[in-house]
C-alpha cells in the first residue's frame, strides 16, 4: 500500500511559477513511476506528466512541454513538479498518482496508475 499527500498548490496569477510536493508512504518509492494528473472543472481527468521508476525518463503531455519539469527524489519519497509559465488553463486539481507494475513504458492513462493522492488545487488568475 502507498499513501500520497500533495502539496504546493495555490492561487498564483499568469506568468508566476509553483512547486507541487508529492510525498509517498513505504519503502519502494523508486519502483513506482510517478505521474501527475489534473482535472479542471467540468472536464476529464488528464495526463500531465510521469517520471519512469527505471530509468528517470520522462513523458510529458503537450500542454506543458517546456513549461513544467517534474523530478524524483528516492532518498525522501518525493516526486516535484515544478510549473513555470502558468496559465489561466492550467487551473486544476491536480493529483499525484504512483505505477507499481515496473513496467518498461511510461504509461499516460489514469487506470493504470495503482495509487493516488486526495490532490492539491492549483488556481491561475488571468
Known amino acids: 500500500q502507498v499513501q500520497l499527500v500533495e502539496s504546493g498548490g495555490g492561487l498564483v496569477q499568469a506568468g508566476d511559477s509553483l512547486r507541487l510536493s508529492c510525498s509517498a508512504s513505504?519503502?519502494?518509492?523508486?519502483?513506482?513511476?510517478m505521474g501527475w494528473f489534473r482535472q479542471a472543472p467540468g472536464k476529464e481527468r488528464e495526463f500531465v506528466v510521469a517520471?519512469?521508476?527505471?530509468?528517470?525518463?520522462?513523458l510529458y503531455a503537450d500542454s506543458v512541454k517546456g513549461r513544467f519539469t517534474i523530478s524524483r527524489d528516492n532518498a525522501k519519497n518525493t516526486v516535484y513538479l515544478q510549473m513555470n509559465s502558468l496559465k489561466p488553463e492550467d487551473t486544476a486539481v491536480y493529483y499525484c498518482?504512483?505505477?507499481?507494475?515496473?513496467?518498461?513504458?511510461?504509461?499516460?492513462?489514469?487506470?493504470?496508475?495503482?495509487?493516488w493522492g486526495r490532490g492539491t488545487q492549483v488556481t491561475v488568475s488571468s
Open positions: 498518482a504512483a505505477d507499481g507494475s515496473k513496467a518498461f513504458i511510461i504509461h499516460n492513462w489514469a487506470p493504470a496508475y495503482h495509487y
Open positions: 513505504g519503502r519502494i518509492f523508486s519502483s513506482y513511476t
Open positions: 517520471i519512469s521508476w527505471r530509468s528517470g525518463s520522462t
